[in-house]
């Protein structure tokens, strides 16, 4: 970072922004500008290369014949690989957190390879589709309130012995796998299946990804009477009998 400004990377809004993910965009630019940071957003399409000097990059859910051939056109760029090797933070969701993983089962129902930035495995799982609201209790080590989001995926994710669950699900299925962890993080790279877009539930989250970009341990405090709103809503509902 330079000049105290901060430079956003949407990726693929064309292919990969289903169920208002790119919400996480808007989210993570305006709490960034509340405290005065300026930041230069930068949607990048999957026709176009995706540069290396962003500090945080956002990639959101898609179908399976988007995800495809996101990941094909990714792989073949390696703008986001050589981004993450110079320490870029990643926040992905569902399609994108499995693309970001070693391999995902593809429209065609063949194992297609990942980027290798989170150390999971996607499988495509055999039963009912994961759908509905969750709530999850965040890995300790990241110090965030319980989240809130919405899951509507097939695929079954499987972490590898270098990643750490994001959070474990109090409601919902999460990561499919039956043993509670939804989603996972290594380092500065983070996915999900929590969608809402997840950032509007949980902007604490957005915080998280901007004192990681700034190196610090404390943002100035910002209004958070909306999202509060927005967040118990969302909680009081999740957990109100059927």
């Not at 898609?62 to 926040?91: C, K, T, W, Y």
């Not at 993983?101 to 589709?129: C, K, P, Q, W, Y």
């Not at 993080?185 to 539930?201: D, L, Q, S």
Request: charged share 25%.
């Amino acid at each position: 970072m330079s000049d105290n400004s901060l430079r956003l990377v949407w990726i693929y809004p064309d292919l990969l922004s289903t169920y208002g993910d790119q919400g996480n965009a808007l989210v993570v630019e305006r709490r960034a500008r509340q405290r005065g940071l300026g930041v230069t957003r930068v949607d990048v399409r999957s026709d176009q290369p995706v540069p290396t000097s962003g500090d945080i990059y956002l990639i959101g859910g898609g179908e399976d014949r988007p995800q495809r051939l996101a990941a094909e056109r990714l792989r073949r760029d390696g703008g986001l690989s050589r981004a993450v090797s110079n320490g870029a933070i990643v926040f992905s969701v569902c399609a994108g957190y499995q693309i970001l993983g070693h391999e995902f089962v593809n429209d065609l129902g063949e194992r297609e390879a990942g980027l290798g930035l989170l150390d999971v495995v996607s499988t495509r799982g055999e039963g009912e589709r994961c759908v509905g609201d969750v709530l999850a209790d965040i890995d300790p080590q990241l110090n965030l309130e319980q989240l809130t989001g919405f899951e509507n995926h097939q695929g079954i994710t499987h972490l590898g012995p270098s990643a750490r669950a994001f959070a474990r699900v109090q409601l919902g299925r999460g990561n499919g796998t039956g043993d509670g962890t939804e989603g996972a993080y290594n380092g500065t790279v983070f996915g999900t299946y929590m969608h809402g877009p997840v950032m509007a539930r949980n902007p604490q989250i957005a915080d998280l990804l901007l004192k990681l970009a700034l190196d610090v341990n404390a943002l100035p405090p910002t209004d958070d009477r909306w999202y509060e709103a927005l967040r118990a809503e969302r909680v009081a509902a999740a957990t109100q009998p059927a």
